[in-house]
Structures are given as C-alpha cells and as structure tokens.
C-alpha cells in the first residue's frame, strides 16, 4: 500500500511538472529578424524599445505590435500576426491522458505566450520620409 502511494504521489508530480509543452520545447521567446531602409530605426516591441535595425532577436511570442521610427521619417507600426505553436497540442494529448497535467500545462502555455507562434517574423520595413 505504501509503495502504491509513493508512486501516485511521483506520477502526479511527473504530470504536474512536465506539461506546458511549447514552454519547454521553444520557450516563451521567438527570434525576430527585422531590418529597415533607411537602416538605424529604433525598434520599439509593444512600446518598449529594443535595439536598432537591422536587429535579429528575441521576443514575446504574445507580442502584438513592432514600431519602427527614425527622424526624419514617419514611424511604422506594424502588427504582429499569430498562429498556435505546434507544441502546444501536446497539452491536448495530456489533458486527454491525464486532466490536471495538460490543464497545468495549457495555462503556463497560455500565460507565458509559449502558445503561440508569431507568424511574421522577417520584416523589411521601407520608411517614408516625413
């Protein structure tokens, strides 16, 4: 009896610690390669600014909006497309096969923005002069 409980305590541990699949796998970050002409425009993602074009790096999946702005010029708002991250589904397959671990797992996915995929991810940005 007592063995039979210290192996439902570790496997509901194990399904409680190992889902949020895209979490794990790709992380809650995405690689971004966004360059501009005129180079040297300030990268702002979601107000927050970044770096400098042309800037490869990474950034929240969830993020919605990239702005581009360099004087002289007229700032461009470009807004982030998203689709579902491939990994996720495997909280679907451990929600089916275990409830709490793919629950667990769809939330973290979900919060963190591991669940989605940012769809474009290369931007060549033309600035229009002001």
């Known amino acids: 009896m007592k063995k039979l409980i210290i192996l439902s305590l570790l496997a509901f541990i194990v399904f409680a610690i190992l889902p949020s699949c ?15 002409e005129p180079s040297e425009a300030t990268v702002f993602v979601d107000g927050v ?17 990239i702005m581009l702005n360099k004087d002289g010029y007229v700032a ?10 491939g990994w996720y589904w495997g909280d679907v397959g451990l929600t089916v096969a275990t409830l709490i671990g793919g629950v667990v ?4 996915d979900l919060s963190n923005g591991a ?11 033309v600035l229009k002069p002001l």
Do not use: W
């Open 76 to 85: 461009q708002n470009i807004e982030l497309k998203h689709g579902i991250n």
């Open 22 to 36: 895209a979490t794990i796998m790709t992380g809650s970050k995405q690689t971004v390669k966004i360059t501009s």
């Open 105 to 108: 797992g769809f939330v973290v």
């Open 115 to 125: 669940a989605y995929k940012i769809k474009n991810d290369e931007q060549n940005i």
């Open 49 to 65: 600014e970044i770096g400098k074009t042309p800037y490869i790096g990474k950034i929240k999946r969830n993020s919605e909006f």
